[in-house]
Nanobody, 116 residues
């Protein structure tokens, strides 16, 4: 089993930056991919970025210029830096960890609210 705890959300003004963190505990040796999803009010949860244990990254096209995902394997932590925040970035951001066997785990989510 893997447990995920996110932090770093909050209320920020448009144009600002934010760093989200997600730390895994438990059977962390089994984790390959870690990613960040977000769910805006009334919308489906969507993947925004992911990173493998070997640091191969993926970004959805709409965030490529502003989001940066990184990972510290020794600390079992994944980060998401969001620059030039926009009101449409307002959402609950969820951390996801996927084992090599494809079993996945979710964090509890952290709220990001961007004021215009």
């Amino acid at each position: 089993q893997v447990q995920l705890v996110e932090s770093g959300g909050g209320l920020v003004q448009a144009g600002g930056s934010l760093r989200l963190s997600c730390t895994a505990s438990g059977s962390t040796f089994s984790i390959n991919v870690m990613g960040w999803y977000r769910q805006a009010p009334g919308k489906q949860r969507e993947l925004v970025a992911s990173i493998t244990r070997d640091f191969i990254t993926y970004y959805v096209d709409s965030v490529k210029e502003r989001f940066t995902i990184s990972r510290n394997n020794a600390a079992n932590t994944v980060y998401l830096i969001i620059d030039s925040l926009k009101p449409e970035d307002t959402a609950v951001y969820y951390c996801n960890a996927q084992e090599y066997g494809l079993k996945g785990y979710w964090g509890q989510g952290t709220q990001v609210t961007v004021s215009s």
